[in-house]
């Protein structure tokens, strides 16, 4: 008798569980999630990347600046018209750029993102010529435009004059332009640089290449590269195509019935529901365990 008992307990538990996991099977059945990669855009004015050497290169200062950088996904606008570094004229704040106009946008959305920038009459100083302009320009600007499914766009372009360490140059998108001055140094300048791949577009106005040490006294010789005006941009994802052979979701879906299955008409006349075959299963369990328990029962009287 011992060995009954297992038996019919195994039996009960095994229906219950089957009639508790069912339900939550099927409720589990046809869930989906679905993931999209957004856009990204960026914009920046000025970006320094320069080493400047005091006194014979015994101090070594790196010229890091940026102005107006922005960053998408979140749209954003910056128009400084400054930049400053500290730390390389005596302790005092050094002017890098002033300008009349200075902007940087990036903006990001479902089906596009897009940076821009654009720099006027804006004039860029090093250490050591405190007088004399790096370069003095008329207006720059670049653009980046990255939408879904589309092939990128960059553009750039400059406008008015340039003057570069007091001597007006004209920058043609030919090729790099060098520009020496004796005794103070020289400059190589790239314009409207521009890049696309398939989802991806970068625009730069103006790069330069500088190598400064006026008058070879080694009071403050500079060295690197300055970006002006970039923009970059990286398109979203785009929307996935529509399956030709599957139903338009739109259109309502007509009832889809198991094979086999009662209609929902023949459950509503017998007071029925889509739960009926759970509670008969388990129903026809508890009745096959009830008749075994009295069987026992009888057994144990006797």
């Known amino acids: 008798m011992s060995a009954r008992m297992p038996a019919r307990r195994l039996a009960t538990v095994a229906t219950a569980t089957a009639l508790a996991a069912g339900p939550a099977v099927l409720a589990g059945a046809g869930t989906a999630h679905a993931t999209g990669d957004e856009g990204r855009a960026s914009a920046v004015v000025l970006r320094t990347g320069l080493d400047v050497s005091l006194l014979n290169k015994t101090v070594n200062v790196p010229l890091a600046v940026s102005l107006n950088e922005v960053q998408a996904p979140q749209s954003a606008q910056k128009t400084a018209l400054t930049a400053q570094l500290n730390g390389v004229d005596g302790g005092q704040p050094f002017s890098v750029l002033d300008a009349e106009v200075a902007q940087a ?10 940076a821009s920038t654009t720099l006027a009459h804006a004039k860029l100083h090093v250490p050591g010529l405190p007088l004399l302009s790096l370069i003095e320009l ?3 600007t670049s653009k980046a435009t990255c939408e879904a499914g589309k092939t990128p766009t960059a553009t750039s372009n400059l406008l ?8 007006q140059v004209t920058l043609t998108a030919g090729g790099p332009v060098d520009v020496k001055v ?53 398109a979203p994802a785009a929307p996935a195509a529509a399956d030709p052979q599957s139903p338009d979701p739109t259109t309502p879906a007509g009832d889809v019935k198991p094979q086999g299955a009662p209609d929902e008409a023949g459950l509503a006349e017998t007071g029925g529901s889509s739960m009926t075959p759970y509670l008969a299963g388990g129903a026809l369990a508890l009745l096959v365990a009830g008749g075994g328990a009295v069987v026992f029962a009888r057994r144990s009287k006797s």
Not at 105 to 114: F, H, P, S
Not at 160 to 167: F, Y
């Open 105 to 114: 946008k990036a903006d990001v959305t479902d089906a596009k993102a897009e």
């Open 138 to 140: 008329g207006t720059v």
């Open 160 to 167: 008015g004059s340039v003057t570069v360490l007091g001597k």
């Open 182 to 234: 004796p005794g103070v140094g020289e400059v190589r300048l790239d314009l409207s640089k521009t890049e696309t791949t398939t989802n991806t577009a970068a625009a730069t106005a103006l790069e330069l290449t500088v190598s400064v040490n006026p008058l070879k006294l080694n009071v403050a010789e500079v060295e690197g590269t300055l970006t002006l005006a970039k923009a970059t941009c990286e």
